[in-house]
Every structure is written in C-alpha cells, then in structure tokens.
C-alpha cells in the first residue's frame, strides 16, 4: 500500500514538473511569435508602395527601365531623364488633349525640335505622313537622305504604325551606290515616348526600305518602307 502511493505521488510529481516545463516554454515561444506576426503584417503593408509605379499604379513584376533614374528639376515623368547633348528637344511629361492623358514628347515634336522644320504645322494630331505629304507639296522632301533631314517610315499596320513614324537623321555615310548606313534617333518608339539616340541602320534607297541595326527595333526591323526624308534646309513659313 505504501508503494502504491509512492508512486502515485511521483507521478503527480512529474505531471507538475512537466506542467510547468510547457508552460516555461509557452512563455518564452510567445512574444517570439508576436514578433514574427507583426513583421508579416508590416511587410504586407509596406508591399504596394514598393511595387507601386509613379503615379501609384500597381506595376507588380513589370519592367520598369527608368526606375533607376533620377529625374531632372522640372520635369514629372519618369520616362528618361533629360539629355544634356540634344539641346533640350527631350523633356518628356504628361499632358491631357482630346485624346487623353499621353505623354510627350511623340515622335513629331522631338524630331522638328532636332531638325529645326517648323513648317507645315496642321495641327495637334498631325502625323508622320500627313506631315511629310504637306512638305512633299512644297517640294521639300527627298529620296536621298542628308544629316538634319527626318526619316519618315511609311505606314505599317502589322507593327501597329498606321501613321508611320519620324526619326531624325544625324549622320549619313554612303556604303554603295544607293546604300546608306544612318545614324538615327528618335522618340515613342515604344509608345511610351522613351528615347533612343544614335542607332545604326542601312537604307536602301533603291528599294526605299530601312533595315535597323541597333536599337530596340533591331530584331524585327528589317525591310521597313521608307516614305522619304524631310529636308533640313527648309524655309519655315506655315502652308
């Protein structure tokens, strides 16, 4: 009888040492927990100002190139930052027209500010072609191209460019008889009024077609109809 509660003694003994082992270990596993709980939530918050585009879109997993510039003074659209050698033709920033908020500058603004053509200005949504179709009837376009002219691709609706797209031609070097390599630069050439300066391409002047060999549209941009070149030299009174 006396061993029976002997060990019925130690094995309430062991309950209550194991009672308060657990209770020891609860003690110290819960403000570990707590900590652990908050950072979640900290976290979670803070998770759509970090993939939030600019103006608070959620831009989650898109690629974003600019996102390691630093913007100019004056200027409110992350697209590029200014560049210094262009003569402030590339100030890009977000207006509202009849078509809605876009950004600028579109192809149209950037190359007649390289070029210095102010001619022919018929309006707000005056196109590439639209506009070379005016310079051709003052008989201020060419076949051949000439550093300061601007380069207008000719309609392309399988690249989505129904109203072609101008690029400004910087340098000229004839390789062969109506072969010219071209130095070129140019702005929204992805619709988002990024810029790209100095790319390469080979013009054909006998087929009046455009090869890009650098540039963004390097892989695609190969056999592009050329419409013709404004030229430079134009006088600038309006039609």
Request: proline share 7%.
């Amino acid at each position: 009888m006396e061993n029976s509660a002997a060990a019925t003694g130690g094995e309430g003994m062991g309950r209550r040492l194991v009672t308060m082992f657990l209770v020891v270990v609860l003690a110290m596993a819960l403000p570990l927990w707590a900590q652990a709980a908050n950072r979640g939530v900290t976290s979670s918050a803070a998770e759509p100002a970090a993939t939030a585009g600019w103006d608070g879109e959620d831009v989650r997993g898109a690629a974003r190139p600019d996102a390691a510039l630093e913007l100019p003074p004056g200027v409110v659209s992350p697209l590029s930052r200014l560049l210094p050698d262009d003569g402030g033709c590339y100030e890009p920033f977000w207006q509202q027209g009849g078509k809605g908020k876009r950004c600028e500058p579109q192809c149209i603004p950037y190359v007649r500010c390289r070029s210095g053509i102010m001619s022919c200005r018929i309006g707000r949504e005056n196109g590439p072609l639209t506009w070379f179709a005016c310079e051709e009837r003052r008989g201020n376009t060419a076949v051949v191209p000439e550093p300061g002219s601007v380069l207008i691709l000719a309609a392309n609706t399988r690249r989505k460019m129904p109203t072609g797209h101008g690029l400004y031609v910087e340098e000229v070097i004839e390789t062969a008889p109506s072969l010219y390599k071209l130095i070129l630069s140019h702005t929204n050439y992805d619709r988002r009024c990024s810029i790209e300066t100095n790319i390469e391409a080979e013009f054909d002047r006998r087929q009046m077609t455009v090869d890009f060999l650098s540039g963004a549209w390097r892989v695609w941009g190969r056999d592009l109809a050329v419409a013709g070149f404004i030229r430079g030299g134009a006088d600038e009174a309006l039609p």
